[in-house]
């Protein structure tokens, strides 16, 4: 079965830091790029961040650039999200999300077809 | 950087009825558009990639048409599973970003 798990989230206080990890099984890890998306409480969908197949190109959204680093084990399956200096605003739900790339005569459509549980977040001093 | 903008934000409708949401971007992605769907207390669940194309287990009763910038879901008869909140996605260029979703509600 296609899983991704999503762990490491907690409560911090405005200013520190967390490494949430994201334990992927059931597919082979590194034919695939993954994204982390958050949901703060009530509200969408947030893209944070997205990394290809090894790791040697990465996206973050402006909302963390700077402040949080996006990196994957290809030989433990697992994709991390290192959070620094965090804020009342990352207040949110974690999900990590496979990028699946389909190639047609059209061009090459990247969108996210398996994804995690989540892994809650809260900035709160 | 490239928004999405959805609407409506809410839809009300009964089971048996077809809905449309609409999507639009804020410059020309092509195709490059995806929808999901998420229930409450469930991550989202891919519905459409690449504007039209029906994701593996996906019933047919959802479909997805338009290209640059003017985008639509469409779900042609209402199941009582099909209330929920939608959300589009563009993947022509990072950072991606979702629409702000609409939800679809019992009428």
């Known amino acids: 079965e296609v899983q991704l798990v999503e762990s490491g989230g907690g409560v911090v206080r405005p200013g520190g830091s967390l490494r949430l990890s994201c334990a992927a099984s059931?597919?082979?890890?590194?034919?695939?790029?993954m994204n982390w998306v958050r949901q703060a409480p009530g509200k969408g969908l947030e893209w944070v961040s997205g990394?290809?197949?090894?790791?040697?190109?990465?996206g973050y959204a402006d909302s963390v650039k700077g402040r949080f680093t996006i990196s994957r084990d290809n030989a433990k399956n697992s994709l991390y999200l290192q959070m620094n200096n965090l804020k009342a605003e990352d207040t949110a739900l974690y999900y990590c999300?496979?990028?699946?790339?389909?190639?047609?005569?059209?061009?090459?459509?990247?969108?996210?077809?398996?994804w995690g549980k989540g892994t809650t977040v809260t900035v709160s001093s | 950087d490239i928004q999405m903008t959805q609407s409506p934000s809410s839809l009300s409708a009964s089971v048996g009825d077809r809905v449309t949401i609409t999507c639009r971007a804020s410059?020309?992605?092509?195709?490059?558009l995806n929808w999901y769907q998420q229930k409450p207390g469930n991550a989202p669940k891919l519905l459409i990639y690449?504007?039209?194309s029906l994701q593996s287990g996906v019933p047919s009763r959802f479909s997805g048409s338009g290209s640059g910038t003017d985008f639509t879901l469409s779900i042609s008869s209402l199941q009582p599973e099909d209330f929920a909140t939608y959300y589009c996605?563009?993947?022509?260029?990072?950072?991606?970003?979702f629409g702000q979703g609409t939800k679809l509600e019992i009428k």
């Open positions: 690449a504007a039209s």
């Open positions: 996605q563009q993947s022509y260029s990072t950072p991606y970003s």
């Open positions: 990394t290809n197949w090894n790791g040697g190109s990465t």
């Open positions: 410059q020309s992605i092509s195709r490059y």
């Open positions: 999300a496979r990028d699946r790339l389909t190639v047609v005569v059209t061009g090459y459509y990247y969108y996210m077809d398996v």
């Open positions: 059931g597919f082979t890890f590194d034919d695939y790029g």
